[in-house]
């Protein structure tokens, strides 16, 4: 709708002939260089549509003058990232553990290769920073149940604990309660002793009638001492440490129930150069025989 052309008396500057509650809308042109500014980026807009992939198309897109593919710009990048590699995981698979841990540069790319595996396969059991949870072991300790050399942990990653692998370590805890071995008091009486053996408070009469029914039932894996067995895969009773948890009622559950954790076996799903590199770096944790 037209209007009187109206100056503002106060700015000098045309109205647009809008006005509320007395307050007048000035007519107050944009800057030049915000117009120079608009009309560049337009421009651009312009360019970048012929010169780069822009438009969907109905089973593919335009490619641009210049042709460029990010999905491509990955694969060269990864493709020399593997070229570079390729030297140390060559040596690698031909290397024994030993060697491996033994030459400096090997062993810093088999550790950083070994960690970067180990976040991707193993941290959702054993946690990004391996210290483990309940059922799971912490890796960072000294305490192994299979045993902490490289070997055996290469062994372990390789075949898995109670895998479907036919060289996986199988070795299960009889179920004393549930089997019907042992009577309720009698698992209570060996939990007691159990727990003494850790140093935890305990029932002395209980724990004395729990180390009978121990020297019978349980010292063939544990040993007479308790202290375990790496080659049947049975915890080392006297220390503080506890897959399951160390309370009573814990030790009472696993005596009666038994445990049966499992580990995948890893070779087949994955190559034996990561094998051999998560080996190295689980062993490089801290805990390493």
């Known amino acids: 709708m037209a209007h009187d052309k109206e100056i503002d008396q106060v700015s000098g500057t045309e109205t647009t002939g809008h006005e509320w509650d007395g307050i007048k809308e000035l007519n107050t042109p944009l800057p030049r260089w915000w117009l120079w500014t608009f009309y560049a980026t337009c421009l651009w807009a312009l360019a970048y549509w012929v010169v780069m992939p822009?438009?969907?198309?109905?089973?593919?897109?335009?490619?641009?003058?210049?042709?460029?593919?990010?999905?491509?710009?990955?694969?060269?990048?990864?493709?020399?990232?593997?070229?570079?590699?390729?030297?140390?995981?060559?040596?690698?698979?031909?290397?024994?553990?030993?060697?491996?841990?033994?030459?400096?540069?090997?062993?810093?790319?088999?550790?950083?290769?070994?960690?970067?595996?180990?976040?991707?396969?193993?941290?959702?059991?054993?946690?990004?920073?391996?210290?483990?949870?309940?059922?799971?072991?912490?890796?960072?300790?000294?305490?192994?149940?299979?045993?902490?050399?490289?070997?055996?942990?290469?062994?372990?990653?390789?075949?898995?604990?109670?895998?479907?692998?036919?060289?996986?370590?199988?070795?299960?805890?009889?179920?004393?309660?549930?089997?019907?071995?042992?009577?309720?008091?009698?698992?209570?009486?060996?939990?007691?002793?159990?727990?003494?053996?850790?140093?935890s408070e305990t029932d002395p009469a209980a724990a004395q009638r729990g180390s009978e029914i121990f020297a019978e039932q349980c010292a063939a894996c544990h040993g007479e001492d308790g202290t375990g067995n790496q080659d049947l895969g049975a915890p080392n009773l006297t220390d503080a440490i506890w897959l399951y948890g160390g309370d009573k009622a814990d030790v009472v559950q696993t005596i009666a129930n038994s445990r049966s954790g499992m580990m995948p076996a890893w070779t087949g799903r994955l190559d034996e150069t990561t094998i051999k590199q998560l080996a190295v770096y689980v062993h490089s944790l801290g805990g390493g025989e």
């Open 54 to 199: 822009a438009w969907p198309l109905v089973s593919s897109y335009t490619k641009g003058v210049i042709g460029y593919s990010s999905r491509e710009q990955l694969a060269n990048t990864m493709a020399e990232a593997r070229a570079a590699q390729a030297v140390y995981l060559d040596r690698i698979e031909q290397a024994s553990l030993e060697e491996i841990v033994n030459d400096r540069e090997l062993l810093d790319f088999a550790q950083a290769g070994g960690g970067s595996a180990f976040a991707v396969n193993c941290s959702q059991c054993h946690g990004l920073g391996a210290a483990g949870s309940t059922g799971f072991p912490n890796l960072n300790d000294d305490n192994w149940i299979w045993g902490g050399t490289l070997e055996a942990i290469h062994q372990t990653i390789l075949y898995g604990i109670r895998s479907d692998h036919d060289e996986t370590r199988f070795n299960e805890m009889p179920a004393f309660g549930r089997d019907e071995i042992l009577d309720r008091e009698q698992v209570g009486d060996v939990a007691e002793y159990v727990l003494s053996l850790s140093g």
